[in-house]
């Protein structure tokens, strides 16, 4: 792939989770998180044409699903914010898919690869990111109200998904 489809992601998916942070402690507006999902939208859609006929095989198609499917979920994020911004009903579809989508990836990911620390980072990577799902997830059906479970359930997903498209990114540009 290109340096900028291989390199971009590394920063774009920590951005990505500190603005899912930074709404989740009300530290942005609904207009701020709008725009946010507008830029992250037209990024997937402009990823996805620049590197569909190079994602091949049994790692990239993996990955080619996560981003469709998560363009999916995206907008339909998106939708929910533009038709109504104090009620936001697709928020679990929209989060969920992209804590557990990338998730089922990275074992994929970690399981094709062989090599040294790569392998142990994508592994670590769904490792993560399933820890800090399941840290969120207790805050968000009630078992503790707790937003440092969500807040630090978000970290967890966003940290565990860094050190994956960073694996990656390296990787790629080794």
Do not use: C, K
């Not at 507006?29 to 402009?46: E, K, N, P, Q, W």
């Not at 914010?81 to 998730?103: E, I, K």
């Amino acid at each position: 792939m290109g340096r900028v489809t291989d390199l971009a992601p590394a920063g774009m998916v920590p951005a990505a989770w500190l603005l899912t942070i930074a709404a989740h402690a009300a530290l942005v507006s609904d207009r701020t998180l709008l725009i946010g999902l507008g830029v992250m939208d037209v990024l997937l859609v402009a990823f996805a044409a620049a590197s569909s006929g190079e994602m091949t095989g049994p790692v990239l198609s993996a990955w080619r699903q996560v981003l469709l499917v998560g363009l999916l979920a995206n907008l339909l994020g998106t939708a929910d914010l533009l038709v109504d911004p104090a009620s936001n009903p697709a928020l679990p579809v929209t989060l969920y898919a992209w804590f557990l989508l990338p998730a089922v990836a990275y074992v994929r990911t970690g399981r094709e690869t062989v090599r040294s620390p790569y392998r142990q980072a994508y592994l670590a990577a769904a490792a993560l990111t399933l820890l800090g799902t399941a840290a969120y997830s207790v805050a968000f059906v009630g078992i503790v109200d707790d937003s440092v479970a969500t807040v630090g359930g978000l970290a967890v997903v966003g940290g565990g998904q860094t050190v994956g498209i960073v694996a990656a990114a390296v990787q790629n540009g080794g």
